[in-house]
């Protein structure tokens, strides 16, 4: 079945680090890809999509870029903010939404 | 903005006890999704409603949990009895579809702390 790994937190970096947090997939077909994230005690937002291969979503000053040779979805950011600390979430959608585990992202003054 | 609303936001119970959550979808969307997210873990689906028919609950225990969308919008999802393993937070989301492209929009979640 569809599955989603990404890397695995927590990661603490310093304000105006470069962020990138890796996200791999398997799945059949050509799944749309979606990073979401989760701000402590809230529900999920949608960050950014990318819906076919070499598209590349971007939101907030984050992108990544679908890439289907490498079956990958990594999200960057030049220069992360404090308020950029969450959890945030790779996910596949065929027939239903699949998530990976989160990975948790602090960001320090 | 539209939002996707979730009530009660916290819920703390005794194990054998009944609980249920309500969820609000946004006006116009066909398809509303229940997720279960455990600590430390991706959210995973529950169940999923198309208006008011369910097309997917492969991975809700139907011995104990139980869910409705009765006109098609809003909807229940109860839990009976409780058990210590059923704390998380139930996540709520809607699309306008169940096309593979469409975005789901989540609400802040219902979390359960079973005792």
């Known amino acids: 079945g569809d599955s989603v790994t990404q890397m695995e937190g927590p990661v603490t970096l310093s304000e105006e680090a470069c962020l990138t947090i890796?996200?791999?997939?398997?799945?059949?077909?050509?799944?749309?890809l979606f990073w979401y994230v989760q701000y402590p005690g809230e529900g999920l937002q949608l960050l950014l999509k990318?819906?076919?291969?070499?598209d590349k979503g971007s939101n907030k000053g984050f992108e990544a870029t679908y890439r289907k040779e490498t079956t990958s979805f990594h999200l960057e950011k030049g220069s992360v903010q404090v308020s950029d600390s969450a959890v945030y979430f790779c996910?596949?959608?065929?027939?239903?939404?699949?998530f990976g585990t989160g990975t948790r992202l602090t960001i320090i003054p | 903005e539209a939002e996707v609303a979730q009530s009660p936001r916290y819920k703390i119970t005794e194990k054998s006890q009944a609980v249920a959550f309500w969820c609000d979808p946004i006006s116009g969307h066909a398809t509303l999704y229940w997720y279960r997210q455990i600590l430390g873990q991706g959210p995973e689906l529950l169940v999923q409603f198309q208006d008011e028919s369910v097309v997917d609950d492969s991975q809700l225990p139907k011995d104990r949990f139980s869910a409705e969308r009765l006109k098609g919008v809003d909807s229940t999802l109860k839990i009976q009895p409780a058990e210590l393993g059923d704390s998380a937070m139930y996540l709520c989301?809607?699309?306008?579809?169940?096309?593979?492209?469409?975005?789901?929009?989540f609400g802040a979640g219902s979390r359960l702390t079973v005792l």
């Open positions: 990318a819906t076919k291969a070499d």
């Open positions: 989301a809607s699309s306008r579809t169940d096309s593979g492209a469409n975005v789901l929009t």
């Open positions: 890796n996200c791999t997939y398997t799945a059949t077909g050509y799944p749309s």
């Open positions: 996910a596949l959608r065929n027939e239903k939404l699949t």
